[in-house]
């Protein structure tokens, strides 16, 4: 058997970011930047006002009280240009452009609020409560480096400089193909020595939660031509994915497509669940994951090597944020493999906790409903006890209670 690690990292040496294309800013939340973007305009765009108030001379009104004639409004979107003289003011709304001459704005709180005279007052020195064109940005200038995956701060940073088209990394596609003569779709009825196929919406959903596409979902029999189907995919899809017949059974239709040990190699982790993997190219250097059947097993197997690639295809770091919890009940683990072990999540008064989600073995699926996280028990633990410390990866979806 290879360590986890190794194997990961065989796929990570193989695997690169795809290439970018140009995207609507809008649509490019959640999307890697592959270049950095740069304001189109100054920001702000003009000189305006920061408040409502009264747009005024700052020496007209170095001594309050005192009293201006207003000379009209000034709303936001008011494309008008204005000039105020010295002894007037015009009334100003937040984020309606500076009237020429004026220097200062006067807050409709510090005035009697006319609208023929005002009374103002309290004095305002020049520049308050004014924003001035280009503070903020000036054209040119970056707003957001190369390598950012924009969030929705970022968005409106971008969209409001004016930008909008941005270069990004796409969305990996990904395709899903399992395996097995006893998978009958959810909903029709089971004969004799038939189970219900999970592996495969639950492998779309996990490549769906990390932002990926999923291009096709198929099921495969046994004696069905599944390189042929692989190959087929490979075309519209960055990523293929399969699931069951890669152990060492008399029927492992994965294993025997891929026996000549070409473009598929097939490996024993250390790792429990999920001993049996296997990873190549196929078609144009499309990686081809080859993941165990048993649904734990296919759900760790994915967050241990489909996610870091997926995330690399994207254009991310491959590493997914991992924390640390104190163990509850303790537990066994299996001699000579990391073992993987669903758990849900709580805390006390000294922090995060674990407990054992469900038996461990890797077909069962009650304990992967009520499990929050993954936890990471060190290849030569065989015991794990109360009060250890474990390192632990949420499941897609779940967050830190």
């Known amino acids: 058997m290879i360590p986890l690690e190794q194997h990961r ?81 015009r009334r100003i709304m937040t984020g309606a ?7 200062a704005v006067v807050q409709v709180e510090h005035t009697d609020g006319g609208t023929e005279t005002v009374e103002i007052e309290r004095s305002a020195v020049a520049g308050v ?19 950012i995956r924009v969030q929705p701060h970022q968005l409106a940073a971008i969209v409001g400089a004016g930008v909008a088209t941005v270069a990004v990394v796409p969305r990996p596609r990904v395709a899903v193909i399992t395996t097995g003569d006893e998978l009958v779709p959810t909903g029709e009825p089971l004969q004799h020595g038939q189970i219900h196929e999970s592996n495969g919406p639950m492998l779309a959903a996990l490549a769906t939660a990390d932002d990926a596409t999923v291009v096709a979902v198929e099921h495969l029999r046994d004696d069905a031509d599944l390189a042929a189907t692989v190959e087929r995919l490979a075309q519209e899809a960055d990523l293929v994915m399969t699931s069951g017949g890669v152990s060492a059974g008399a029927y492992e239709p994965v294993k025997n497509a891929y026996a000549d040990g070409g473009a598929v190699s097939f490996v024993k982790v250390a790792m429990q669940p999920g001993k049996p993997q296997g990873f190549g190219l196929v078609g144009d250097g499309v990686p081809l994951l080859a993941l165990p059947g048993n649904p734990v097993s296919s759900l760790v197997s994915y967050l241990s090597f489909v996610r ?11 590493q997914q944020p991992r924390l640390t919890a104190r163990v509850v009940d303790g537990w066994k683990s299996a001699p000579g493999r990391m073992q ?62």
């Open 308 to 318: 870091p690639a997926l995330r690399v295809l994207a254009g991310r770091s491959p």
């Open 340 to 401: 993987l072990a669903r758990v849900r999540l709580g805390r006390d008064d000294d922090g995060l906790t674990m407990t054992a989600s469900g038996a461990s073995g890797s077909h069962v699926l009650g304990g992967l409903a009520t499990a929050h996280a993954i936890a990471y028990v060190p290849i030569d633990v065989l015991e794990v006890r109360p009060g250890d410390v474990l390192d632990l990866e949420l499941l897609p979806g779940e967050s830190i209670p």
């Open 97 to 103: 452009p500076m009237p020429a001459g004026a220097d």
């Open 9 to 89: 990292q065989t796929i990570l040496d193989a695997v690169r970011a795809l290439p970018s294309r140009p995207c609507a800013s809008a649509d490019a939340l959640g999307l890697v930047l592959a270049e950095p973007v740069c304001s189109a305009v100054d920001l702000p765009v003009f000189t305006n006002s920061s408040m409502d108030g009264y747009a005024v001379h700052s020496a007209d009104v170095a001594t309050t009280p005192t009293s201006l004639p207003v000379r009209g409004d000034i709303r936001a979107g008011d494309t008008t240009t204005y000039e105020v003289l010295p002894g007037e003011t």
């Open 129 to 147: 409560h004014v924003r001035v064109q280009g503070e903020d940005l000036r054209a040119g200038d970056q707003v957001v480096e190369a390598g």
